[in-house]
């Protein structure tokens, strides 16, 4: 299937030298390092909202004064409703009305449909809450699992996120790096390959920012065709997380979902999020697009930019559908 997608350009970024595959962990060794994380966040006196407390109005009120063009792009993949070998239970739409026959009759009659998604699926794009993971029967910030609940979550849910995140988004884009279109399914970003990404584009990653880690997903989902990621797929190895750490990220996206497959660390399955949002209290973002956005952040010689994310007011839910806009 071939892609209508613009390819991001590398003519000028050097082709780096290979470097060895990041080396799977210990379940102990990813374990120091989740402590590590943890005890880490809790020296940032972080609260409720997690890494969101880094988010500031002075910073939000910075990142905005920083638009210049106006220019508005989305950062999600239109959602889908027709099965794949990533999307068992795609998300279902269908109209309600008009009524066969309906829309010829005189007077008012109106269009009605009905929507319904797997939020935490692996193809539409979504926000993970703070209570969406456990680990070792504790939440972030060591808030019991049992405020999870079949009718709902009573702590960390999606409306800590009520009023929206906007903030200085900053993407960087790992197959650019490297030279290659995308990354393939299996390899895995490194806290080096952010580092080098940072310095390719000339750009920083700062306190508060929201981090976008492109791997080529959705390049290659369109140019190949869909597969099964829960066996294989892009993402983080979990000492990247270090990375986010230093930088003081306050939300981390992907076009993957920031876990790579098969797992650094084989008695877990997604460390990343584990240490994201279990220990960092770091809201992810999971299956995006960027596809849109590389080439206009190649034509502006820029690669931040105001991000307004708004998900949906769902009090006890632990995601949510979303749309981010990049603001250049």
């Known amino acids: 299937m071939a892609s209508d997608q613009p390819v991001p350009s590398r003519a000028t970024t050097p082709r780096p030298t290979p470097q060895p595959a990041p080396r799977p962990l210990s379940e102990a060794a990813f374990r120091d390092l989740y402590h590590r994380l943890r005890s880490r966040a809790r020296d940032g006196r972080a609260g409720r909202r997690g ?5 500031t109005p002075e910073r939000v009120v910075a990142a905005a004064a920083e638009v210049r063009s106006g220019r508005t792009v989305s950062l999600a993949a239109p959602v889908e409703t027709r099965s794949a070998p990533d999307d068992p239970e795609p998300a279902t739409h269908r109209m309600t009305a008009p009524a066969p026959g309906e829309t010829a009759a005189p007077g008012l009659a109106f269009a009605r449909d009905r929507f319904a998604m797997n939020v ?8 993970d809450a703070l209570c969406h993971v456990i ?3 504790e939440l972030y910030g060591g808030v019991p699992s049992s405020t999870v609940t079949p ?22 884009d790992v197959p650019r790096l490297r030279g290659v279109r995308w990354l393939e399914p299996g390899d895995q970003v490194t806290a080096g390959d952010l580092a080098a990404a940072e310095t390719a584009q000339r750009t920083t990653v700062g306190p508060g920012d929201l981090l976008f880690v492109r ?40 076009d993957g979902n920031s876990d790579a497959a098969p797992s650094a660390v084989p008695e877990v399955g997604f460390p990343v999020h ?15 697009d960027f596809e849109d ?9 820029r690669w931040h930019f105001l991000c307004v994310i708004a998900p949906l007011r769902l009090p006890a839910a632990t995601g949510s559908p979303v749309n981010p806009i990049a603001v250049l």
């Not at 956005?293 to 010689?301: A, D, I, K």
């Open 51 to 55: 890494a969101l407390d880094r988010l």
């Open 120 to 127: 935490h699926g692996d193809v539409d794009s979504h926000l």
């Open 135 to 137: 680990f070792d029967g």
């Open 151 to 172: 009718d709902g979550a009573e702590a960390l849910t999606l409306d800590l996120v009520r009023d929206g995140i906007v903030g200085r988004g900053v993407l960087l």
């Open 215 to 254: 791997v080529g997903h959705r390049l290659r989902r369109r140019t190949l065709g869909p597969w099964d990621v829960t066996r294989a797929r892009a993402g983080l190895h979990p000492t990247a997380m270090d990375f986010l750490a230093e930088r003081g990220v306050s939300v981390l996206g992907s």
């Open 274 to 288: 584990a240490l994201a949002v279990n220990a960092m209290g770091l809201h992810l973002l999971d299956w995006l």
């Open 293 to 301: 956005l590389v080439p206009v952040c190649e034509q502006q010689g």
